[in-house]
């Protein structure tokens, strides 16, 4: 039963990437086009990362054999907040953006190779199949409600 939990966050992390993609293939005099994508890059990530933390990297903490790669696994998105965060206040059509963008990409990239990796494996260890459904129904539940505060 996790693997519902953990395809419902793959599929989040596919459409991140997607939206990454497509960022990055932008030019610099595109940035109409980059303000369309990034706000729906903030409309896909936002919800997710908050639910996430919330409702995921929270029970996870709590676990000694999963608690390593939950503080790691927050520490990831804090970083990425900080880029993401310097990425909204700057004008689209900077040169530094597209740079800055780049690293972002990655970081975001290397957050999800890990996490689909080693805290599903953590996870599966350490919470039962009724503390998965309860963190797989929180999680839409709180990314729902952030969705809809963003609008």
Known sequence: MHNEFFEILKKDHQGVKGILEQLKET??????KRE???QKLTEELVPHMKAEEKTF????????????????ALEEHHVAEVVFKELQKMQKGE???GAKLSVFKELVEHHIEEEESTIFESAEEALGHDEMQNIMKQFEQEKEKIKNNLK
């Open 36 to 38: 369309t994508l990034f």
């Open 27 to 32: 030019k610099q005099n595109a940035s109409k």
């Open 57 to 72: 990297y929270q029970p996870l903490l709590a676990k000694k054999e999963a608690r390593e790669d939950a503080m790691e």
């Open 95 to 97: 040169e530094q953006w």
